[in-house]
């Protein structure tokens, strides 16, 4: 993988099961249970994607088969046929660019669990999952502490001679700064990079 930021692109996976808008009901259901997936995107044209059909999409029917009440919309949605019926649209995307930050804030922000990856026209190139985006706590602690020492305390050279000691994702930083106002910039450039759980700061002013 590539030094930090990760983007999506790092990340994603590129082969992805979606549909057509005229897929049935039942064949997006089997499609989400042979696959293990929580929803797939539905596409239309060249691969343009339209809207995304989730787990809680199919959940309508099941939740409005014994009863009248509820949202209008979704007792509608209860009666879907086909994907068209059922997405959720418009589709909840995200650049294959962006980085995992900005992946992980429109997951939380619109409560979905996968983000169609989509290129400058709408076309797909992958799926992004919340799994995914924990990829990067995979790193092992030697090449986080490579990345530390080589692409960020080069950066500063008046602190590049500080000791670098990584266990369980949690960096431990020690030796002396010329200054205190240094502290915030470091921690913060530590912190920036993927697969950190935290930082620990062992250090002293001249």
């Known amino acids: 993988m590539a030094d930090s930021p990760f983007t999506v692109s790092d990340?994603?996976?590129q082969t992805v099961v979606a549909v057509g808008s005229e897929a049935s009901f039942k064949e997006v259901a089997e499609l989400l249970d042979q696959w293990k997936v929580s929803a797939v995107p539905v596409l239309a044209g060249e691969?343009?994607?339209v809207g995304v059909v989730s787990e809680a999409d199919l959940l309508a029917k099941e939740e409005f088969r014994d009863t009248d009440e509820g949202d209008p919309a979704e007792r509608v949605k209860a009666g879907g046929l086909s994907a068209g019926d059922l997405m959720s649209t418009p589709a909840v995307t995200v650049h294959a660019d962006a980085t995992l930050p900005e992946a992980a804030r429109i997951m939380a922000r619109r409560h979905v669990k996968r983000l169609p990856v989509?290129?400058?026209?709408?076309?797909?190139q992958g799926v992004v999952s919340r799994s995914d985006l924990l990829k990067v706590f995979l790193r092992s602690d030697e090449e986080i502490a490579e990345e530390i020492r080589n692409s960020v305390l080069t950066q500063?050279?008046?602190v590049s001679e500080l000791s670098v000691s990584v266990a369980e994702g949690v960096v431990t930083l020690g030796g002396s700064l010329p200054e205190r106002t240094l502290v915030p910039v470091i921690a913060r450039a530590v912190r920036a990079v993927e697969g950190v759980v935290d930082?620990?700061?062992d250090l002293t002013h001249r």
């Not at 989509?118 to 797909?124: I, M, S, T």
């Open 11 to 13: 990340v994603m996976t």
């Open 47 to 49: 691969g343009r994607v």
């Open 118 to 124: 989509v290129d400058g026209v709408g076309l797909l």
């Open 156 to 158: 500063l050279p008046v």
């Open 199 to 201: 930082i620990r700061l």
